[in-house]
């Protein structure tokens, strides 16, 4: 469950469950809230799981697991992807070098598996991995005055400035890590780490002291990536090929052999994927999974699809056919075709570029 359950509801807050945790969905006025975030800045509780891997090999045998390259210096972190042989998305992950141990952030269903994995595989190696989802709680500092936020309330250290890269200082009196994270809702970004004892005096602080911003839930966080043209886990990326979601920047093609290198390595020399993720500007609200259409041909289906506050209309995000026949697209609604425009992500120009900006 969210760590400050109590706080939230007392904020008003409704609830629901993402990944088998329970999260704030909204504090009411979603729309509202949405663009507050927007124009200045907003904190939401993330309920990652947590790994913690400890050991002499651990950033080896980390890296020889994921799609990216684990950093071996303390205070850098990487974005990365467990996948299956066939190349296709198992779990997403941030790894961050904490000192002598490595912080994994998953989604939350993802943790137990991917520890009772990790630890099965050591072998001879010098690993251990457990599960920390309870010691840790995580909020993310979103919005054009981010930076001045943290810098109103973080002391002992400055904001840190390169992407997912992170620096320890004080909240109040509380330690906290304050990690950079990669603008997923197309605003600049942070993600603040504290003991999960420490989060009731570190949430108040980042809502109420320096610079106010205002809390929100997932709903919100859901149109806030929309609009940014961010893939997520549920919706987008869970068992499908990274080439195909445009995700480059949790691949490094230069570093050793992986599970799944082979297919990505094979589809990136090919020149582009076999599908690709785009906005459609949609006149109605579609379901996630509804079929798209050029002319007569099925060309994909919708990911997600939300009403945007910000321009005030329905998008959607779909997964169609690298090469689109020349014709009007359409999407089912109710058994019925509606028009859809194929747009350029992102859908709403913030004040940063998500990371995850599909890249072809």
């Not at 941030?94 to 998953?106: H, I, K, M, P, Q």
């Not at 041909?297 to 990911?303: D, I, N, P, Q, Y």
Request: proline share 6%.
């Amino acid at each position: 469950m969210t760590v400050l359950e109590e706080v939230h509801a007392a904020h008003e807050a409704t609830f629901r469950e993402v990944g088998g945790r329970r999260v704030v969905d909204t504090y009411g006025r979603p729309e509202r809230t949405h663009r507050a975030v927007r124009n200045v800045v907003g904190v939401c509780e993330f309920g990652y799981g947590v790994l913690v891997v400890t050991g002499a090999d651990r950033v080896e045998y980390v890296d020889n697991a994921v799609s990216n390259r684990v950093p071996d210096t303390d205070g850098q972190g990487c974005y990365a992807l467990l996948l299956d042989p066939q190349g296709r998305v198992e779990t997403d992950m941030y790894v961050y070098n904490a000192g002598e141990r490595l912080l994994v952030f998953t989604p939350p269903q993802e943790a137990t598996a991917l520890a009772e994995e990790w630890q099965e595989k050591t072998f001879i190696q010098d690993v251990d991995v457990r599960v920390a989802t309870d010691d840790f709680a995580t909020f993310g500092v979103h919005g054009p005055k981010a930076t001045e936020k943290i810098a109103s309330v973080l002391h002992q250290a400055a904001s840190p400035e390169a992407p997912l890269s992170f620096n320890r200082g004080e909240l109040g009196d509380v330690g906290v890590s304050v990690i950079r994270t990669d603008n997923l809702a197309g605003e600049e970004s942070y993600d603040v780490v504290c003991a999960a004892d420490d989060a009731e005096p570190v949430f108040d602080t980042l809502v109420n002291r320096g610079l106010n911003a205002v809390p929100f839930g997932y709903r919100t966080w859901e149109t806030l990536t929309m609009e940014a043209g961010s893939p997520l886990f549920d919706t987008e990326i869970e068992g499908h090929v990274p080439n195909e979601l445009g995700l480059r920047n949790a691949l490094d093609f230069d570093k050793g052999c992986y599970v799944g290198q082979e297919v990505v390595s094979r589809i990136e020399n090919r020149g582009h994927p076999p599908s690709r993720l785009v906005g459609l500007a949609v006149d109605e609200l579609p379901d996630a999974g509804a079929a798209v259409f050029a002319g007569d041909e099925h060309v994909g289906e919708v990911t997600r699809a939300t009403n945007s506050p910000m321009r005030e209309a329905p998008i959607a995000m779909a997964a169609v056919d690298w090469d689109l026949p020349d014709a009007a697209l359409t999407v089912r609604v109710d058994g019925e075709g509606v028009e859809a425009m194929q747009t350029d992500l992102p859908f709403v120009e913030g004040s940063a570029v998500s990371a995850r900006l599909p890249q072809y």
